[in-house]
């Protein structure tokens, strides 16, 4: 010791190595905090990653599900506007109590592509 003291010498003794025991696991306690609050931000990293994919899927399925629903909605939406047109008798501009009459034109017209489809054959 360096100087007289009325404290009991192996008292002084103990105090000093227990102050250089914690003096020599100050590096290996703080590398131990580092690598604690390393695994914590990398294990937040890989949940918010997790979940920002989850959410992805579900926005990529609300999506296609709106876009099936649409093209099934598009068919039933030409088909009512067809019905809708044939029960208020209004089929290209002809009336539903009498079918439109072919002209001879019309006539002539269909034999000459039934000709053509006959020849082709």
Known sequence: MAFPTSVNDQITDSVTQTNVKVLGDA???ALGS???ATAQA????ALNATSAQQ???ITAQAATTMGVATLYSLDTASAGKATEAILNGA???HSAS???VASETDKASSEAQAGDVAKSA
Do not use: D, K
């Open 98 to 100: 009498a079918p439109p």
């Open 55 to 57: 959410q992805l899927n």
């Open 27 to 29: 590096p290996a306690m």
């Open 34 to 36: 580092l690598y604690q």
């Open 91 to 93: 089929v290209n501009g």
């Open 42 to 45: 990398l294990a937040t990293a």
